[in-house]
């Protein structure tokens, strides 16, 4: 089996790139493995740069897993590799979470998070097969959001271009998002409305503060958006927050971390969760939508829709 280790250089926080490298090095020096080390230094070459790989490496006709992807970085590093490799046999990839960003393992609470800041029990773990959520023509593992989220997250990403040559900002990526995130509750959305058709035939409608499409528990730093999804279970768990009062929006946000806002009696006509496995997304113009964290801008209609056990997944060990 072949390896690429996907390395981002910027905007890793936890682990630095100097200690990722070394211990991609010390494994591989164990188990005998020759490793291709990419740092990637462009926000999105990692897609172009995983296909490469691949068109370099995979052997014909050969649906045996023959080849490993994994990624060091953050969430939006494993977004762009897995646009990268969606449909290509017999490649397993992994996710090396150095800024932090545990939300795609959120499904899997057996996991120590002592594991996470380690590159051999993701090596050393197992196999699953995992969905893939598109959006139009792109794809993503974790979530999919569209109002105030993928609001902060475009907000986020107009802060990162003007300051992350900072030194002092690499190391505090975490914080800069949460004050992103609370720069939005300085304004309140328009008053905008969307229409969302389940499975061709349940619609939900009217105004909104936020709809999410996850494919696991959680997004943006730990708030709990799903708290029963699965990653294998072929259906997209949709969450859906009518338009809230300003004073109203951070004790939900706040409840959304602590992952009780869909139980909460306070909110139960507002906030709403339904499973799918297709969905057709009407806005009244284009906006904003943030894949894994990345943000696009869509068009007034789009396409949901899952894709079961699509991509092969390396979990790390559980002990």
């Known amino acids: 089996m072949k390896y690429l280790f996907l390395v981002k250089t910027n905007l890793i926080d936890i682990v630095s790139v100097s200690a990722t490298i070394k211990k991609i ?6 188990h005998d493995i020759v490793p291709t080390v990419v740092q990637s230094t462009v926000f999105g070459e990692e897609e172009e740069l995983v296909r490469r790989f691949v ?3 995979r052997v014909q006709d050969n649906r045996e897993p023959t080849l490993r992807v994994i990624v060091c970085g953050g969430l939006e590093t494993f977004h762009f590799a897995i646009n990268g490799l969606f449909g290509v046999p017999g490649v397993e990839v992994g996710y090396f979470p150095c800024d932090g960003d545990y939300d795609f393992y959120s499904v899997y609470p057996e996991i120590l998070p002592s594991n996470f800041s380690e590159i051999g029990p993701l ?16 794809y993503c593992i974790n979530a999919a959001n569209i109002g105030l989220d993928a609001n902060i997250s475009a907000y986020w990403y107009r802060m990162l271009d003007r300051f992350q040559n900072l030194p002092l900002y690499r190391f505090r990526r975490k914080t800069l998002f949460t004050l992103c995130k609370y720069h939005g509750f300085l304004f309140d959305l328009p008053q905008e409305t969307i229409r969302i058709r389940l499975n061709g035939y349940e619609t939900i409608e009217g105004p909104y503060t936020l709809a999410a499409f996850a494919n696991t528990k959680q997004y943006g730093f730990g708030h709990t958006c799903a708290p029963n999804a699965r990653a294998d279970d072929g259906l997209i768990d949709v969450l859906f927050v009518t338009k809230l009062p300003l004073l109203t929006l951070p004790r939900a946000v706040r409840l ?33 939508v943030s894949l894994d964290g990345v943000v696009y801008v869509t068009d007034d209609r ?18």
């Open 25 to 30: 090095e010390a494994y591989c020096r164990q």
């Open 55 to 57: 068109q370099e490496n």
């Open 123 to 138: 090596l050393d773990g197992r196999v699953v097969d995992v969905d893939v959520i598109q959006v139009n023509r792109r």
């Open 256 to 288: 959304l971390r602590k992952n009780e806002v869909i139980v909460s009696e306070e909110f139960r006509n507002q906030v709403f969760h339904k499973l799918c496995s297709t969905a057709t997304v009407e806005l009244s113009a284009p906006k904003n």
């Open 302 to 319: 789009f396409e949901v829709r899952i894709h079961p056990a699509a991509m092969r997944v390396l979990i790390p060990e559980t002990g």
